[in-house]
């Protein structure tokens, strides 16, 4: 009677710790539908910047589009490790120097008006540059619209780091970053210039 009592009792322990657990799963942050949805909107804008990519064969334009791939598909991945991290209740390590990055409602919130601000300059660009049909100013206003849309990429992985604490390597300055106290060389004439 009493290995029936303690087993009923271990059963009781065992139900009760598996209903918490599942309760504390259930109403963790981030869920997994808010990670879908982000996941969701990166990958829509994956395929849109590999849309407009697919448009040009090489130079600036194709070049800052490979840019802002890059961005997004770092972000999609870094969503996706967070997303099956969650599901499996893994806590994701590094074997590199890093940073987390975490930030207050308010830190989000100023990134939030910063990715306003962004669109409605992107939104700007994009209209001058469909003022010209081609030659050298659209393809100014082209860059400048790649330019903000560099920016946006750039910000939505600040915004989505912040708000999910992602990792982000630490990067180290290279020896070309130093800043040299080199006097300017001897000024020439022009003629002596090429010789």
Do not use: W
Not at 37 to 65: C, F, H, N, P, W
Not at 160 to 185: H, N, V, W
Request: glycine share 6%; net charge negative; proline share 4%.
């Amino acid at each position: 009677m009493k290995l029936a009592a303690l087993l009923f009792a271990a059963t009781l322990v065992v139900s009760f710790c598996a209903i918490t657990a599942l309760l504390f799963y259930l109403h963790a942050d981030p869920s997994t539908t808010e990670l879908d949805a982000d996941l969701s909107v990166v990958r829509s804008q994956i395929t849109s910047a590999e849309a407009e990519a697919a448009k040009y064969r090489g130079g600036l334009l194709r070049s800052m589009i490979g840019l802002r791939l890059e961005v997004l598909r770092t972000t999609e991945n870094m969503l996706e490790q967070k997303k099956a991290s969650f599901v499996r209740r893994v806590d994701l390590t590094y074997k590199v120097p890093t940073t987390p990055i975490s930030a207050s409602q308010d830190r989000l919130k100023q990134i939030a008006e910063d990715i306003a601000a962004a669109l409605a300059k992107l939104e700007d660009a994009e209209r001058e540059a469909n003022q010209y049909s081609g030659g050298l100013i659209q393809g100014l206003a082209l860059t400048t619209v790649a330019t903000h849309r560099l920016t946006l990429a750039q910000l939505n992985l600040s915004y989505l780091g912040a708000k999910y604490g992602f990792i982000l390597p630490q990067i180290a300055p290279t020896s070309g970053d130093e800043k040299k106290d080199e006097p300017p060389g001897t000024p020439v004439q022009d003629r002596q210039a090429l010789e």
